[in-house]
């Protein structure tokens, strides 16, 4: 899938160990009309200095108009298949979990692993 132009004004705040963003994007191209939020948030837990614990979550909505160009079934994009029509709703598009590992081997190189 390529990326359309997008207007996507961005919000971030860090607030001790957290981290928190906030992203809002919408198409400005005329492909699909829709617009996606996206909200994550992070806290880093020190274990000692030389390693840490990363902890994330995030949410993300689309209105029915991105929704429906993704997710949708119709006549224009069907081909061949036998799929019935389908126009699929705004609402939860993600939800996301993850956890990082960050361990530092000195101060220019480090190893970084994570599950999400």
Known sequence: MTRQPSLEPLSDSRAGPGLQVLTYATD???EHDGSVADLAG???LPINDQF???????VSYADSDYM??????NANNRGTSTLSSY???GGLK???LSLTAKYHLNKSWGLQGGLT
């Open 28 to 30: 400005v191209s005329d």
């Open 42 to 44: 992070s806290y880093q």
């Open 52 to 58: 840490s614990l990363i902890f994330g979550a995030s």
């Open 68 to 73: 429906d160009t993704y997710f949708g079934v």
């Open 87 to 89: 126009s699929a709703d």
């Open 94 to 96: 993600d939800v996301g």
